[in-house]
């Protein structure tokens, strides 16, 4: 029998493509994207048009395993292609090092392990570690939190990838939204500010090649020569970490011509006469000292982008990966505030639309169940300082860990201290995962997870506004569990009689929908099981009850500060933010070079800044482990400008080593010109794929960011010199 099923992909974009998979007696053979949806328009990015590859990998976890040898990958897997691991062919293989189990088995010992440790430390001595595995709504946040809420553990702050560039644009605009995708056809100048969008946000690429066919201009912003910037009509090359004093220097220019709407800012901004005077602090030619740009150039763009009209930006989560982070995205925010192109289609920024999606969370998650446990908050754990929790904190330590939706062994900071953590014979590690990765390594359990094939679950996005149901496609492999059957199995096993741990998934979807926010009005799980994909209702509350006014603003352009409407303190953009002095930041923005940088405070014998980039063709640490996307990615690269490479005696193809206080890696250099002068960039991948388990993030440090407790993946000095031959015997 043959069937088209409808899914959504929930992997870490801002695309979420609506997906159809065809299905022949129980088995997937085709993925497709869905024509019918706005944004997906029938095609798929590279990494997800080969997901059968992944589903039916031959590596995939398929039933629970318990640990039976010690801890650590497999010695020589990675260098002789001994172990679980294969380098040579990026395979996982069967090892001596696991017993397979039963599900019953693994489930009574983690429940038996638990209690002993709450016994003995307390329930806060239990550590979730997740994040973007996956986005959908059941399986990224809701049946696990219910757990973890009842269960009494330590709160996780799940700050590793955008929450300094969240805060830095919610200080602006009170909520992320931004310009819809669909509207970039009628921009007539685009920037792309830190944003791959022909490497990973490709959906919105077509948009970008119309307005570009109707005469549109595509600037990019950019410390790596990305694919986008490669396609650019102008590509601006700027120094890691300098973001916000760029739109500072545009800004001087704007105000300082008159270039910007003065109608706008005097009906919709607060603080503008503040900003004026911060500007002027920034002229071009100081700008330029810092960012590597001319001061021409900067007069050029800010005047191009105050009078092309409507000009857009596209904003990404690049920006705010330096330790001035937050602020750097509240600056660019700015920007179409001053020259009020939210007033234009095709006008303003996109960052994140996910603001959008207001669920009914506490519903999903039940906060208050911590109440039952402890009758107070849990402490909370910033993600990003996994290291330094695991291997310093005794209030109580940390003596369990509950990884899944991520690969912590692969993604933190500072990697020689995560694993030196994860190797403690005291921690109990358990990994819900889908393949042996990194962090399996160090499991002493590791639980088979299940595809978005294999389950149904409720996906909204952050680069559109379309909800949608993903409808499971075929049957688990094996005895693979999705997350919310896990939790909800183990809330059994611990005795939870709690109702919310018996609803079902049709229920929880039912729930998360039902918020009462006027933008989900009419949009039931029926309808969308029925339709696929179902656009936001943006309508105000004085249209709600109005059916016709209603149905037209469903279907009109969404321009979300067309006329104010921002969700500050005050209701209007905060160019001056009192919430921010109250905290000690600088109420209107500041630029302060990051300390570990060229220009930062920190004298260091460390001259390089070093990008430690997500790869093109993976996604974080997803699909790294798969053949088919594995042959469109060279790894293993550290990218140099020919005056760096030079002066240190590195030809093209040496193999070099790349150092700080913080560890070393060895890598094969790429000279190239993707980088300027004076930086350095290297690609995320897993450590096991690696010769020596290294990994890039040995480099990068637990430094937060200014806002928001973000990772500082960008603001790293290293040195870098050829690497010395192995000793022979």
């Not at 509240?330 to 289609?345: E, F, Y």
């Not at 291997?391 to 330590?397: A, E, F, S």
């Not at 500060?561 to 002095?581: C, D, H, I, V, W």
Request: glycine content about 8%; charged content about 25%.
């Amino acid at each position: 029998m043959k069937k088209v099923v409808h899914a959504a992909c929930p992997h870490d974009c801002p695309d979420a493509c609506g997906v159809l998979i065809t299905v022949e007696d129980g088995r997937a053979t085709r993925i497709q994207g869905d024509p019918e949806h706005p944004v997906t328009r029938g095609f798929l990015c590279a990494k997800v048009a080969k997901y059968l590859d992944r589903v039916y990998s031959p590596e995939r976890v398929l039933y629970p395993m318990r640990r039976i040898e010690p801890k650590g990958p497999a010695t020589g897997a990675a260098n002789a292609g001994e172990g679980p691991f294969d380098c040579r062919s990026g395979q996982v293989r069967a090892t001596q090092n696991w017993q397979r189990i039963s599900w019953d088995q693994a489930l009574d010992e983690i429940a038996t392990r638990f209690r002993g440790i709450i016994r003995d430390f307390g329930s806060e001595a239990i550590l979730p570690y997740s994040y973007g595995g996956t986005l959908g709504t059941l399986n990224g946040a809701s049946m696990d939190r219910r757990f973890f809420h009842r269960l009494g553990a330590s709160q996780l702050d799940r700050t590793i990838c955008s929450a300094a560039g969240e805060a830095g644009l919610k200080s602006v605009y009170g909520a992320k939204l931004g310009t819809e995708p669909e509207q970039f056809r009628h921009s007539r100048y685009i920037i792309a500010w830190a944003a791959n969008i022909h490497g990973n946000n490709v959906h919105l690429w077509p948009f970008i090649t119309e307005a570009r066919r109707n005469g549109a201009k595509l600037v990019v912003i950019d410390p790596y020569r990305t694919r986008t910037a490669a396609c650019a009509d102008w590509y601006l090359p700027i120094n890691p970490g300098t973001d916000a004093v760029l739109a500072l220097g545009m800004m001087h220019v704007i105000i300082g011509e008159n270039l910007h709407d003065s109608d706008y800012v005097s009906k919709y901004t607060v603080g503008f006469e503040a900003l004026r005077e911060k500007v002027k602090e920034y002229p071009p030619e100081r700008v330029a000292q810092w960012t590597g740009i001319a001061a021409d150039d900067i007069r050029k763009l800010a005047r191009e982008y105050a009078t092309a009209r409507p000009s857009v930006i596209r904003l990404n989560y690049g920006v705010q990966r330096s330790e001035g982070g937050g602020m750097a995205t509240r600056a660019i925010a700015m920007l179409p505030c001053v020259i009020g192109s939210w007033k234009q289609v095709g006008g303003g920024l996109q960052m994140s639309t996910s603001g959008a999606f207001e669920l009914n969370s506490d519903a999903l998650k039940r906060p208050d169940l911590m109440k039952t446990a402890l009758g107070r908050k849990a402490r909370v754990i910033n993600m990003v300082e996994l290291g330094r929790v695991l291997n310093t904190v005794n209030d109580p330590p940390v003596k369990a860990l509950f990884v899944y939706n991520s690969n912590p062994a692969a993604v933190c900071p500072n990697h020689n201290e995560v694993i030196r953590g994860l190797q403690r014979s005291d921690l109990f590690t358990v990994v819900h995962e889908q393949f042996f990765t990194d962090t399996t390594d160090y499991a002493d359990m590791v639980l088979p997870a299940t595809t978005f094939f294999e389950h149904k679950d409720l996906q909204k996005a952050y680069g559109h506004y379309y909800m949608q149901v993903s409808q499971q496609a075929i049957a688990p492999l094996g005895e693979c569990h999705s997350n919310v059957e896990v939790f909800r199995a183990l809330a059994q096993k611990m005795g939870f009689e709690d109702e919310c741990f018996r609803e079902t998934v049709d229920e929880m979807i039912d729930a998360a929908l039902d918020s009462g926010d006027l933008w989900l009005k009419g949009i039931s799980r029926e309808r969308l099981e029925r339709e696929g994909h179902v656009r936001l209702n943006f309508v105000s509350q004085k249209d709600a009850g109005d059916g016709a006014c209603a149905t037209q603003a469903a279907t009109q352009p969404f321009l979300p500060f067309a006329q104010g409407n921002f969700r500050t303190p005050s209701g209007k953009a905060e160019l001056y933010s009192a919430t921010l002095e109250a905290e000690g930041l600088d109420p209107v923005v500041e630029f302060t070079p990051p300390v570990e940088s060229r220009h930062g405070r920190q004298k260091t014998g460390f001259p390089l800044e070093l990008l430690a980039r997500k790869a093109d063709n993976f996604l974080n640490s997803t699909f790294t482990n798969v053949p088919s996307v594995q042959a469109m990615e060279e790894s293993g690269l550290l990218e140099m400008h020919g005056s760096d490479a030079q002066a240190r005696g590195i030809a093209d193809g040496d193999k070099v080593r790349v150092f700080n206080p913080r560890g070393e890696v060895v890598l094969k250099a790429r000279v190239d010109g993707a980088v300027q002068s004076g930086v350095v960039s290297a690609r995320l991948n897993w450590a096991k794929l690696s010769p020596g388990f290294q990994s890039i993030n040995a480099l990068t440090s637990e430094k937060l960011t200014d806002m928001g407790n973000s990772a500082t993946f960008y603001s790293v000095l290293v040195e870098v010199e050829l690497a010395k031959p192995k000793a022979s015997g």
